[in-house]
Nanobody, 129 residues
Framework: VQLVQSGGGSVQAGGSLNLSCVAS????????IGWFRQAPGKEREGVAA???????VYADSVKGRFTLHKDNWKDTLYLLMDNLKPEDTGMYYC????????????????????????WGQGTQVTVSS
């Protein structure tokens, strides 16, 4: 499975950025895919993800500001980020797995690293105050 990311960049607080991730390789129609981020000195955390049936989960910190969209025809995942805050700064990673569903914890607490076995190269998002 290959994940190729694009997008990101730098923006002032309140601005918007978009990320995209194209999945290819040995991956089937119904699979889990999502976004994680990691700030310097912090653990990688889940941002948003979609399971094989189309259920979407978000981290509480991004609800109402970020929107996840998956184009099934293009096997492309988009993360639309609005009203960005300095605390959104970090390296953003696309992640995928061949499984159809997340672990139970993800449906309650947002995306979980343990649900994903394939990772993109990362793309930087910087939000200045």
């Amino acid at each position: 499975v290959q994940l190729v990311q694009s997008g990101g960049g730098s923006v002032q607080a309140g601005g918007s950025l978009n990320l995209s991730c194209v999945a290819s390789g040995d991956i089937y129609n119904k699979y889990c895919i999502g976004w994680f981020r990691q700030a310097p000195g912090k653990e990688r955390e889940g941002v948003a993800a979609i399971d094989g049936d189309g259920a979407i989960v978000y981290a509480d910190s991004v609800k109402g500001r970020f929107t996840l969209h998956k184009d099934n025809w293009k096997d492309t995942l988009y993360l639309l980020m609005d009203n960005l805050k300095p605390e959104d700064t970090g390296m953003y990673y696309c992640a995928a797995d061949r499984t159809r569903y997340f672990s139970d914890a993800a449906y309650t607490h947002g995306p979980q690293k343990l649900d994903f076995g394939y990772w993109g190269q990362g793309t930087q998002v910087t939000v200045s105050s």
